[in-house]
């Protein structure tokens, strides 16, 4: 969606080192959800924000709202080959009736 | 254990024929959605479904159906309207609408 706009579209990290995925909105955002996904299968919810500068973490992914609701980002640390996949981000925002709107996904792929 | 499960994994149709793709959830979930996730793209909303007996549809809808007739069923028919129906199909389900949504596996439809 043009709305929302993942960067890198991929990304290949050796194992161990760190990465950023970032999710950004031309408007404001009421809330970001942040989901992986193996190829060829359903998606597994990471975590939702929805205040401005709220962050959060689970294991070694944080989560990061920006102030203005515009960006979040995605960062692993230490990553593992458990971590490749695909990382979608998706949207919430108020003008469009709070339907979900989707970024295209961030490929990660954990070199060993 | 709770979860949604979908019906059949892979999946192949001739041209020109209608297909149905199965959608059952046991989470207790009142609302529930259909994906079209095409390469290098976001989820796109076929359709969604508020509660039982009603639907809406999403930003893609031409040449879909859809049925909503029990709490934890919601089935997809591709119809020969369709025309580029050769996709991967993801149903979700929410407590209620636009809350998080948890993902069924997928259905790959290949139109031969």
């Known amino acids: 969606s043009q709305e929302l706009e993942q960067s890198p579209q991929s990304l290949i990290v050796q194992e161990g080192k760190n990465l950023t995925i970032n999710c950004t909105s031309s408007?404001?955002?009421?809330?970001l959800y942040w989901y992986k996904q193996k190829y060829g299968e359903g998606l597994i919810f990471l975590m939702m924000?929805?205040?401005g500068g709220e962050e959060k973490s689970h294991e070694k992914i944080t989560a990061k709202l920006d102030e203005k609701k515009q960006q979040s980002s995605l960062h692993i640390t230490a990553s593992q080959p458990s971590h490749a996949g695909i990382y979608l981000c998706?949207?919430?925002?108020?003008?469009?009736?709070?339907?979900?709107?989707w970024g295209a996904g961030t490929k990660l792929i954990i070199k060993p | 254990d709770g979860g949604i499960t979908q019906s059949p994994k892979y999946l192949f149709r001739k041209e020109g024929q209608n297909v149905t793709l199965s959608c059952e959830q046991n989470?207790?979930?009142?609302?529930m959605y259909w994906y079209r996730q095409d390469p290098g793209q976001g989820l796109r909303l076929i359709y969604y479904?508020?509660?039982?007996?009603?639907?809406q549809k999403g930003d893609i809808a031409e040449g879909y159906s859809v049925s909503r007739e029990k709490k934890e069923s919601f089935p997809l028919t591709v119809t020969s309207a369709q025309k580029n129906p050769t996709a991967f199909y993801l149903c979700a389900s929410s407590i209620s609408l636009w809350n998080e949504q948890f993902f069924g596996p997928g259905t790959r439809l290949t139109v031969l």
């Open positions: 998706g949207a919430v925002f108020q003008d469009s009736n709070y339907q979900l709107i």
């Open positions: 408007k404001t955002l009421y809330g």
């Open positions: 479904s508020q509660i039982v007996n009603d639907f």
């Open positions: 989470l207790n979930h009142d609302a």
């Open positions: 924000l929805q205040k």
